[in-house]
């Protein structure tokens, strides 16, 4: 049924878009981006083993 649809309409049958990210997310996109220009904030790490070590405290 959606391919004769397809064919008739000559276009996919139904609406293609992108999710908008949540207010949280942006929040988040936009936290990581200060962090990659000023290495003061936060936290980094060399060893990942430590790192989850912290995370799992």
């Known amino acids: 049924m959606q391919a004769k649809q397809a064919v008739r309409e000559q276009r996919i049958p ?15 996109v936009e936290e990581v981006r200060k962090m990659k220009q000023d290495s003061s904030i936060g936290k980094s790490y060399t ?11």
């Open 47 to 57: 060893d990942v083993d430590e790192m989850m070590k912290e995370l799992l405290a």
């Open 14 to 28: 139904f609406e293609v878009s992108m999710n908008i990210p949540n207010e949280e997310t942006r929040e988040a």
